[in-house]
């Protein structure tokens, strides 16, 4: 069974401060994603990968970075973290058109 | 662009009445359909998909969907609810000529909430 795993399931962070969303599957599987979820606007995709070193900006990238240096890790980056990046972030992963693996999300909160 | 849109935030059902939830979309040229569940605290969990063929899609824990390409529609159903359905329910949507890049757009989320 497809595993992906976020590192922390929970984080608070001040605004102004750097900060590292990671993300590890383990299927070899080559497109990875990063979405935020907030109420009532869905699942947005900020970046997404297709191989490794490889990456594509999504619909909202803004504020964001993201580094896949090896196949089985994407990291999401928030280079200068602001209380509007409140959300839950979800990683996922997936095998060509087959149906994305999810992570359980990361709530980060930026005071 | 692409868009998902599902008309209603929550929907209320008593345990064992039949269960809808709605979505239509818009694509460029034919659509690669998903569903997807949330259970608290929890990520997203694939329920099944459309990609061609016929309208009528089975998937997961007793759910089924129709693709409806007049109306744009892909609306979720379920003929008996149970109370452990209640979760959030999240439509997507891709150009099927990019399904290998998985790039999905969804929907608002529908919260359903199954009453015993």
Known sequence: DVKVTQSSR????????????ECVQDMDHENMFWYRQDPGLGLRLIYFSYDVKMKEKGDIPEGYSVSREKKERFSLILESAS???TSMYLCASSFRESPLHFGNGTRLTVT | AQSVAQPEDQVNVAEGNPLTVKCTYSVSGNP?????????????????????GDNLVKGSYGFEAEFNKSQTSFHL????ALVSDSALYFCAVTPLFKAAGNKLTFGGGTRVLVKP
Not at chain 1, 10 to 21: A, C, M, N, S
Not at chain 2, 32 to 52: A, C, D, E, H, S
Not at chain 2, 77 to 80: A, D, E, G, N
């Open chain 1, 10 to 21: 929970y984080l608070v962070k001040r605004t102004g401060e750097k900060v590292f969303l």
């Open chain 1, 83 to 85: 209380t509007n990046q």
């Open chain 2, 32 to 52: 690669y359909l998903f569903w997807y569940v949330q259970y608290p605290n929890r990520g997203l969990q694939f329920l099944l998909k459309y990609i061609t």
């Open chain 2, 77 to 80: 159903k379920k003929p008996s």
